[in-house]
């Protein structure tokens, strides 16, 4: 795979005699380039609403911004910033082509879904090198890394990105985040990236600034209005970052973070144009759909779209067994959880089209059983189902030893793709809560959301709302519990 085939609209484009800058921003008149030391020089605006400049002698370390009424902003499809999203954007020289490794088949995938941040102490690529040889030696065959798309602030969970073209200089470089999936191949192991393509972080994304088209203002999601995938463009700007993702650094697939969150009728060809977009980079990428209307058109072995989901139905079903709890997403499962588990183990979703509480009792789901068990990944615990926790508790702090012991036995014995969260291998019981780095009335905003989510918490368990983790915690140890240093800059 090599990164120079690739056909894109977005972000700079690196040639022989210096560089072409590239913006999409349909809703203004004009937009000048920002070149580091140089005077502002006005681009010229072409089809579609894209401006363009070329600038002769602008290569590699060349740093830049976009001005647009008087607001000087990143380039929302940099392949790097020097410092953080809200800066100057850099020109990358374009990486070695990947080499060509043998990797396992996905049917014996054995992931280990791991955070950059927080899996070593220095919580960079350079490090996580280090821990490669414990993942496979723990038998391990694919890890799988939470988001590192380019987020507001020192750390995050990963869920916050706004710059999706671009690895969090926090964690290294290109050639860092290069160097991690290079060593990993060297060792056997598959890796796979997560993205989130689905809603922007509440900081640092201009796009409503200069493309309002990117967004449906009619339209609202959790995280705001929604993005317009009935927009060819908006369609093409994910599908270009999924490209960049397995072609310029050797991903080997891509888990798509709750596709069934996008609220437009474009979803649909949006998520066929995202599979045959990638494809065309990489045909046996693995492609990974959360989607909790688990729809089995998509996982199709002859359509050969989508590899597998996420089987949550699995996970809640499980959950609900091992520790009683019937509240939130586990309370479907409460009903006849036996039989519910049965259905999970052998025709992977347990809800097929039967009415659904959480929905107003309308149908949810889609026939399963056709499909093979390597369609869905399994789990007994990942970062959603501890992280949005309100102590961000793993499995072991509300279940007995035996039964954390027989779901782990159930998983590894399951046909179906087992994944497992980082340290879950060795029983750890260190919380993982949410966590973030913004100011201002933005923090406060976030303090007080989680407050308000988990107010009922404590009517049912001892203490008070004071003792949720603070999640704009500035110290060496997060107040949860972490162990890993969380280092202020």
């Known amino acids: 795979m090599n990164e120079a085939s690739l056909s894109s609209r977005f972000g700079p484009l690196l040639r022989a005699d210096g560089t072409l800058f590239r913006l999409w921003a349909p809703g203004v008149a004009g937009v000048d380039l920002l070149v580091e030391g140089a005077e502002p020089v006005p681009m010229r605006r072409g089809a579609e609403g894209i401006f363009e400049c070329h600038v002769p002698g602008a290569g590699p370390g060349t740093a830049y911004m976009f001005r647009v009424g008087g607001h000087d902003v990143p380039d929302p499809a940099s392949r790097a910033q020097r410092e953080d999203v809200e800066g100057w954007s850099l020109v990358t020289a374009p990486l070695a082509p990947t080499p060509e490794l043998a990797i396992r088949p996905w049917s014996e995938a054995i992931i280990a879904e791991v955070h950059v941040g927080t899996a070593t102490p220095e919580g960079t690529f350079r490090a996580l090198i280090d821990r490669l040889d414990h993942y496979r030696d723990a038998g391990f065959t694919v890890i799988e890394l939470l988001p590192v798309a380019d987020f507001p602030g020192r750390w995050n969970w990963g869920y916050d990105g706004v710059l999706l073209y671009a690895p969090d200089r926090a964690y290294g470089t290109p050639e860092d985040l290069r160097a991690l999936v290079d060593a990993a191949h ?3 192991l598959g890796v796979m990236l997560d993205v989130v393509y689905n809603h922007f972080g509440p900081s640092g994304n201009y796009l409503p600034l200069y493309a309002p088209a990117f967004f449906r203002q009619d339209v609202d999601t959790p995280w705001g209005p929604a993005v317009d995938l009935e927009n060819p463009l908006v369609r093409a700007f994910f599908v270009e970052s999924a490209q960049q993702w ?130 869905f990944v399994a789990f007994v615990q990942n970062h959603d189902h501890i992280g949005n926790r309100p102590l961000g508790d793993r499995l072991v702090s509300s279940s007995t030893p035996e039964a954390t012991a027989l779901l782990r036995f159930v998983l590894m014995l399951s046909p179906q793709i087992p994944l497992f969260f980082m340290g879950e291998e060795a029983e750890l019981a260190t919380p993982f809560p949410f966590f973030c780095d913004f100011s201002g009335d933005l923090a406060e905003a976030v303090r007080n959301g989680r407050r308000n989510e988990f107010k009922d918490f404590f009517a049912h368990h001892e203490g008070t709302v004071d003792d949720l983790p603070d999640p704009i915690a500035d110290s060496d140890v997060h107040p949860a519990g972490f162990p890993i240093v969380i280092r202020p800059a």
């Open 186 to 188: 060297e060792r056997g």
């Open 246 to 375: 397995l072609a310029r650094y050797g991903f080997d697939g891509l888990r798509f973070d709750a596709v069934h969150a996008f609220a437009t009728r474009g979803t649909g060809t949006f998520l066929r144009e995202l599979a045959e977009g990638c494809r065309r980079v990489r045909r046996d990428a693995w492609l990974v759909l959360e989607n909790h209307d688990n729809v089995a058109r998509w996982l199709e072995r002859d359509g050969a779209l989508y590899t597998a989901q996420w089987n949550d139905d699995w996970h809640h079903v499980l959950h609900h067994l091992a520790t009683g709890e019937a509240a939130g997403y586990y309370a479907p499962y409460a009903v006849d959880p036996l039989a519910d588990l049965g259905r999970a183990l052998a025709q992977g979703f347990v809800f097929q089209g039967e009415p659904y509480p959480d929905a107003g009792g309308h149908p949810r789901g889609t026939p399963s059983a056709h499909l093979p068990p390597d369609a």
